[in-house]
């Protein structure tokens, strides 16, 4: 090889590791910013109505724990495959820090109705991520009854519904049967001189 290629090479390497480690420190975030906020859920349970509070609080100059206003909180519910968001559009703090959320009535929990509130800062500038949560009972419970032993139509083998497993067999037999009358008739055609 040239040794001018070698050298273009070597600059090109240098320069990428140069980007990368440029990129690395201007995406990495603080840790500072997270020690200096927190956040806190209350879970309030009315009569008719269950209601979330998120409260953001944040260390002021001096060090004095002081309310976060006019962050930007989201109010999550955890799901199997996700998380459901509940608030509405803007769900900020007010004056005192908090955030207030109602909380449906008709979301299924677990077999005891556990359901598990997140409250999330995201992206925020001055706080960073913060994120909270907590177990509630407010969820419809729900079993979890297994169906492997009942024929439904996402069961497998032995648990098929019966008319799929009659029409799915006699299709197949319909296959097997054109394909064995089709050798029949070539073994007919042979034997008769014909091929």
């Not at 998120?54 to 976060?68: C, E, M, W, Y």
Request: hydrophobic share 45%.
């Amino acid at each position: 090889m040239n040794r001018n290629s070698i050298n273009i090479k070597i600059f090109i390497l240098s320069l990428l590791a140069c980007q990368l480690l440029f990129m690395q420190n201007l995406f990495a975030q603080d840790s500072t910013v997270e020690a200096k906020a927190a956040i806190k859920i209350s879970c309030l349970k009315g009569d008719s109505l269950n209601q979330v509070k998120a409260t953001v609080t944040k260390l002021d100059s001096a060090g004095n724990v002081i309310p976060a206003k006019a962050v930007e909180v989201h109010v999550y519910v955890k799901k199997s495959f996700g998380l459901l968001p509940i608030e509405g559009d803007n769900l900020t703090t007010d004056e005192n820090g908090e955030a207030t959320v109602d909380f449906p009535a008709d979301l299924p929990g677990d077999a005891s109705g556990n359901v598990t509130v997140i409250a999330k800062v995201e992206d925020n500038d001055e706080l960073g991520n913060l994120e909270t949560a907590k177990s509630v009972k407010w969820g419809i419970p729900v079993s979890n009854v297994q169906t492997l032993d009942i024929r439904t139509l996402s069961a497998s083998g032995k648990y098929a519904p019966w008319p799929l497993v009659i029409i799915v067999t006699g299709l197949v037999g319909i296959v097997w049967g054109v394909i064995i009358y089709i050798f029949y008739q070539l073994i007919v055609i042979k034997k008769s001189g014909e091929i």
